[in-house]
């Protein structure tokens, strides 16, 4: 059971005219979208687009400027929301002198996890990210790849209704991605919401939906499908170039 799902059907995340401004600089701007329950819904721009910056603002660790973000009609950001939200950041946030096992361990306590079910979801979680026999290594011995790896573990750790996950697969090899995605899949049919950022065009086109993010402006949201329909294009990457003008 996911905790903090709504409804299938129902809207799980609601941003309504949202700006982000750090000083002078409007990093977003008039961004208004809705994810729906159970739905894998895609950030799809490049690097310094916005896309970090926004899935901050949803998983409530980050105010914006003006308008509103709800997450499961809970206004954003919210100390209550936090435990029914998965975020994995793009930055690994861990602690490196740790062992896996006790990054877990925390994490699952921060959660409310404890004795059997803690220890049952901290091997699954592990088994997943195919870092099973690596969960009494101490991180600062990981690999990059495996750092992103765990910090997938942990955002999958308490079974969110919500998951934001921020370019999760950079730096994992092809096989796990695969395996990582397929999980997705399945999360999603049980109905968590997901919200992934991703500049990876073959990983947009498994998106229900994508919203594609451009100088921190949404300039179209659709299915892959009709992306490609609206634009003539034979790929969501031709797609976004129709949308983006081009630009390089």
Partial sequence: MTHGTAAKGQTAIRVAQVHKSFGRKHVLRDITLTVESGEIFGLLGPSGSGKTTLVKLIAGLDDATSGEVEVAGVRMPSLGMLSKIGYMAQSDALYTELTAKENLAFFASLYGLSGVQRAKRMAEVMELVNLSDAMNGVVSAYSGGMKRRLSLAIALLHQPGILILDEPTVGIDPVLRKAVWDELKRMSEAGTTILVTTHV????????????????????????????????????????LVYGGGEQ
């Fill in 201 to 240: 065009m073959d990983e947009a086109e498994k998106c229900h939906r994508l919203g594609l993010i451009r100088n921190g402006v949404v300039m179209a949201v659709g299915t892959p499908e009709q992306l490609k329909q609206d634009t003539g294009a034979g790929s969501v990457e031709e797609a976004f």
